[in-house]
Every structure is written in structure tokens, then in C-alpha cells.
């Protein structure tokens, strides 16, 4: 069982960046593919971003180049680094982790781009 909390998100405009963390209740040295998330209005949950235990760092084809995912074992942390931000983006971004048999979510946190 674990908890998450995000925190970073704000409103910026476009073009800028921002640094989104998430801390996790235990240690996240043995969770495997922590994952941020995003939904914009209206639409389904998409993932954005995941990354091992090993260090290595999968996203989706719409944020490669732009978006960073990297981890901080000893703060039980996970952050995702969103650059170049677009109006597109504006989304509730969440982390998530799967531990069998169950999900896991934070409240989420969000993003909001103004043009």
C-alpha cells in the first residue's frame, strides 16, 4: 500500500515550465514503473511519463522532448519536468503506481496553460 501527493502545478503561460513532484508514503526504492498521468477536460486519463527502478524513463510520443521524469530514492520522490509548455497541456497530472493487485493515485495536481 502506498500514498501519493502531488504538488507543483500553477497556472503558466505558454512556453514556460514547470516542475511537478511526488512523494510517496514508503520508500519507492522497490516500486517498479511509477508513472505520471494527465486528463485534460473532457477527455480520458493518458500516461505521460514512467520510470523503473532502474532508472529508466518511458513517455508518450506527445510530450518526448519536452517532459523529464526522474526519481529521488532517499525523499521517496518522483518528479516530472515539463518544458516548453503548450495551451494543450492545460490537464490535472496525477502519479500513479500499480501494486498488485492494486492501483494507486494522488489527488492530482494542476496544469493550466494560457496562451
Known amino acids: 500500500q502506498v500514498q501519493l501527493v502531488e504538488s507543483g502545478g500553477g497556472l503558466v503561460q505558454a512556453g514556460g515550465s514547470l516542475r511537478l513532484s511526488c512523494v510517496a508514503s514508503?520508500?519507492?526504492?522497490?516500486?517498479?514503473?511509477m508513472g505520471w498521468y494527465r486528463q485534460a477536460p473532457g477527455k480520458q486519463r493518458e500516461p505521460v511519463a514512467a520510470i523503473s527502478t532502474g532508472g529508466m524513463a518511458n513517455y508518450a510520443d506527445t510530450v518526448k522532448g519536452r517532459f523529464t521524469i526522474s526519481s529521488d530514492n532517499a525523499k521517496n520522490k518522483v518528479y516530472l519536468q515539463i518544458n516548453s509548455l503548450k495551451p494543450e497541456d492545460t490537464a490535472v497530472c496525477s502519479c500513479?503506481?500499480?501494486?498488485?493487485?492494486?492501483?494507486?493515485w494522488g489527488q492530482g495536481t494542476q496544469v493550466t496553460v494560457s496562451s
Open positions: 514508503r520508500s519507492i526504492l522497490n516500486i517498479n514503473n
Open positions: 500513479g503506481v500499480y501494486l498488485c493487485p492494486h492501483e494507486y
